[in-house]
């Protein structure tokens, strides 16, 4: 049975998570793109580092194109907010990244956006699995990835880039660049290394990274940023000697941040529509779910 909740849908990888049911959900989310009239307007598919993402991604894309819904396909791991930014920047009526976001790792899903970049909302994602969970298997067309690609109905994309410049442009860097803090990341084998490490670069931070490697099972941990999970990270900031330790879940939707002293100070939920509001004062009253409190943070460290 395929249910979505408040994080889209997610089952256990073999059980509920299966090729089938993909299958099922991309034919309900393409003949409701049909119905609606925006097909052609495309669609943006991306995943993350879970086993059986990309693959998933693969088996969802050759049912819309059959369907005739244009695909871009983000043809790299990418972070569930990237894939937010790209349905609003591209304009596009929907997308969906595959990720079971902080669960464990026999867990895999499919998060659904609408225009925007916004979570899909009850009302159309429980249309959605009333449909697929009516189709039966021989109802579902399909054509192989390569003809899809061969055809032009999914297009590789790569909007790091744009992505990137977006956080950059609403963050002070030049303020961050004065100040030079230390920073220990801890993407928890996760996807939000390349883009951390680029903005953090970029603001000439000093930066060491430990839990980068590619691990479907996480390091045998939950991919989730809290207290009970962050001990490697508060003993590398104690190590280095950091001014902060920053660490993102599985799809890099949430962030965990840990204080110059080891204590975990708070975590934040990415938003795609939350501004950014640099403030005064301590890391617990500046880090928010925009770019602009952990702008404060880090212009407020570092450099002595």
Known sequence: MIQFGTGG???????????????????????????????????????????????????????MAAEGVRLYFVNLAAPTPQIMFTVKHMGLPYGAAVTASHNPAIYNGIKLFTRGGRDATEDVTAPIAAEANALAEEDIPSMTFEEALDTGCVQFIDPRDAYLDSIMEKVDMDAIRARRPRVVLDPMYGVSLTGLMTILFTARCDVDVINDRHDAFFGGHLPAPNPDTLRDLQGSVADHHADLGIATDGDADRLGIIDEKGRYVCGAQHRHDAPARPRGGGLRRTVHRGAGGLQAYLCGHGGA
């Open 9 to 63: 849908w997610r089952a256990v990888i073999g059980d509920g998570f299966t090729r089938a049911n993909i299958r099922r959900v991309a034919c309900a989310v393409a003949r409701r793109m049909k119905r609606e009239g925006v097909a052609q307007e495309g669609f943006c598919i991306g995943y993350d580092r879970r086993f059986l993402s990309r693959e998933s991604a693969i088996w969802f894309s050759e049912v």
